[in-house]
């Protein structure tokens, strides 16, 4: 990425999760790093075949840079919007509280997104499956929500429901992680689950299901890389009975 | 079962988990039911071939049915060890204190049985795989250990690694659970997970592990339902873009 950034080039990090912009702020610091999130339902029903639930939506504004001029950072985000809409086609908004956004985001993303790759049931089935939704989805949320408001962004009361039922129950869509493990991906644990956890359970936030949910997704990216080799595993024992 | 229970006849449930004489005693309130916990690591490798990995051992003794003689109840547990023992091949103990075998058991089944199936990683792989052990198994078996102690059972220090240990590695034993999953069979979670969870929680113990495991193993056992065509699924909506 190194040889790409000039001077004045704005980075825009279309990414979920959490503390993101650290790396860019190290590796580029006086360059402007913009946020974006993305809200979309969307599946590969066929390799190379994207199918789309409903209209995305995309918020940009700025990671705030200490080091950097703050009218400076919200003029490029501003100007990211007017260029991403121009055609008329997308919808682009301005956001000016980035850290609120990406904790909304997470509410739905550390939570149904890995109690989904972990059972491997869609958002609907998830919200069918006996005990899923009040046993794990809403005690998940509910510690994202303390977390998120333990780090100073307070989100609406409405904030699990609204997640919960975002999509249609019918539309059976499977989330990011759960589609990457059907097609044996690595899963995105870290950024949307490990470092909401961190920085929860650093401010002193109990997070006793989100911790559960990412052991169980580290082990489960264990398996993904016993399969392509890169974690040893000693072969099996001669246990013949004699 | 009714039919083939005459007034002296002794009944004996080699079977895991908790409280499952309770619906026996309900309906022989008069037979003396025993308890038996076999300690053996077994798979079927292929159909039909059942690969046993080490000697096994039955534990028998008497469930106390308040209502029976407790002499009569011991008599008869000893009187089926030497039965079963007779022909030399087979290790069968007298078990004097069956709450606590049972107990001992569930520290396995309770939670490396549930998290080898939920990750569809073996006993080998769990020790193997990053962060499985101390951040699930050990958690999960400090909160059934603390719930057998609050029902008055008391295990030693060593239970947890004598439990992890227990097994070689290089066995890779899949334990019940998940060889039901990879059978596509139903898991028996409600009587190894479900009522230690149960008993635990009414005695004030806090098992938020062994509460995420169930309610993911609930899950799981919906998507059987589902498979098996025993629970109703809306059919998919129509959301192609307009």
Redesign the interface.
């Known amino acids: 990425m190194l040889p790409a950034v000039a001077n004045e080039t704005v980075i825009v990090l279309i990414q979920n999760g959490l503390n993101i912009e650290r790396p860019m702020f190290a590796a580029f610091p006086a360059n402007v790093v913009l946020s974006g999130v993305s809200m979309i339902g969307a599946s590969e029903s066929r390799p190379g075949e994207v199918e ?3 209209n995305d939506i995309l918020y940009i504004g700025p990671f705030r840079n200490p080091s950097l001029d703050a009218e400076k950072e919200r003029s490029a985000a501003q100007t990211f919007v007017k260029i991403y809409g121009a055609g008329g086609k997308t919808q682009c908004k301005y956001n000016a509280d980035v850290g609120w956004t990406r904790w909304r985001k997470l509410v739905y993303n550390a939570c149904l997104n890995p ?1 989904c790759a ?4 869609d958002t ?3 919200r ?5 939704v009040e ?2 989805v809403r ?1 998940a949320m509910k510690e994202i929500i303390a977390a998120g408001q333990a780090s100073g962004y307070h989100l609406p009361p409405t904030i699990a429901d609204d997640m919960i039922n975002m999509d ?5 869509l499977p989330p990011s992680m759960l589609q990457d493990l059907r097609k044996d991906n690595y899963i995105e644990y870290e950024t949307i689950l490990g470092e909401p956890l961190r920085e929860g359970e650093k401010l002193g936030v109990p997070m ?2 989100l ?6 997704c ?6 993904n890389k ?1 399969a392509r080799g890169l ?1 040893s ?5 001669d ?1 013949t ?1 004699s």
Not at 128 to 132: D, P
Request: hydrophobic share 45%; net charge neutral; glycine share 10%.
């Open positions: 789309q639930g409903f109690i972990i059972t491997d049931l609907g089935r998830i069918l499956a006996e005990g899923a046993g794990l005690p249609p129950l019918d539309l059976y006793p299901t911790r559960v949910l990412y052991h169980l580290q082990a489960i990216q264990w398996k016993e974690v595993v000693p072969p099996r024992g246990f009975a």
